[in-house]
């Protein structure tokens, strides 16, 4: 029997995955860090740290486990602990990713609809404050998943392989948890999004239209305007981008909560898997887009990242001989 056609798809998707979120967290992370893409260090700083979640959601789970699951044999990976590990780090990188986009977008509503409140929060401290519990709560909430695999096999007393406990396709706490995990990532967030995102809509028509009504020349350029304006087309762009890419994961978590993780079900044709699976290759390709959200929302990311590969391609400036 013949490997199915999402499973030849997958070990296609992945290695080119893999390769373009890599290159592109990696260039967002270098270009961000230098500051100059005239973004406020507040939202720099949020971004940054969406990249690296981002980036550590490409090694954690594209490459340490789909990519070394399909092509590479028996190695160290596949010992049950580490199995287990890689599990943990997937779900609080995820999770980061995910609540770093909130918190972007709560930064923005507040910058843009709460004058009062946009001093005291919209500030480089307020945004480390909030990365670093947000890291923090994502890292304790991922400890259980540990625990939810035995081993497969032993090859000279070591354990090989994860495979799901009897207690977790049983026991009622494992289905709360599923639960917990598909409303708090991604239905809560979800929610938040849209919700912030709606407030600062509303914001900005009623203070466009103050503004214009202030204005004797209603043709004048308005510097302010144009900034609301590319916030918003970044904000609603990153936003947007996450709802789409995670709406099939969420919309499948919310009938089946037990998911089928291991690739030992590579002949499985079934609709059930294969939705299963093509929800998880979308939720992975939104930590591999927020890069080309930049370069196609932000002027001065695409003239920096144009200077970046100017400098590899050239040696201070004039083309190597």
Not at 31 to 39: A, M, N, Q
Not at 63 to 77: A, D, E, T, V
Request: charged share 15%.
């Amino acid at each position: 029997m013949g490997y199915p056609v999402i499973f030849v798809f997958e070990s296609i998707y992945y290695p080119i995955l893999a390769a373009v979120g890599i290159t592109v967290n990696l260039v967002a992370i270098i270009i961000l860090c230098r500051g100059k893409c005239g973004l406020s260090k507040c939202v720099t700083r949020y971004l940054v740290a969406m990249a690296v979640a981002d980036l550590m959601v490409v090694i954690s789970e594209v490459i340490l486990k789909r990519i070394n699951n399909i092509y590479l044999p028996i190695n160290i990976l596949f010992i049950t602990p580490v199995c287990a590990m890689k599990l943990v780090v997937k779900h609080a990188a995820l999770d980061c990713s995910v609540w770093f986009t909130v918190a972007f977008t709560f930064d923005r509503y507040v910058a843009i609809s709460c004058q009062n409140l946009r001093p005291r929060y919209c500030t480089p401290r307020t945004a480390r404050v909030v990365i670093i519990s947000a890291c923090t709560l994502a890292c304790l909430r991922s400890i259980p998943y540990y625990f939810m695999y035995e081993p497969k096999y032993y090859i000279n007393n070591i354990p090989y392989f994860c495979i799901e406990t009897l207690a977790y396709h049983t026991s009622p706490l494992w289905v709360a948890i599923e639960w917990f995990d598909s409303i708090l990532n991604p239905f809560v967030p979800i929610i938040f999004i849209l919700l912030f995102n709606a407030f600062t809509v509303k914001h900005i028509i009623r203070s466009n239209k103050i503004r214009k009504a202030l204005m004797n020349n209603v043709d004048n350029h308005d510097s302010e305007t144009d900034n609301r304006k590319k916030s918003m087309i970044l904000l609603f762009t990153l936003s947007g981008n996450f709802i789409l890419l995670w709406l099939p994961y969420f919309v499948h978590s919310l009938k089946w909560q037990m998911n089928n993780y291991n690739y030992q079900d590579k002949y499985y044709s079934n609709p059930i898997y294969i939705n299963q699976q093509t929800g998880f290759m979308l939720q992975l390709l939104s930590s591999c887009t927020n890069t080309c959200i930049y370069g196609l929302t932000q002027r001065k990311f695409r003239q920096e990242l144009k200077n970046g590969v100017k400098y590899l391609v050239t040696l201070n400036g004039k083309l190597c001989n």
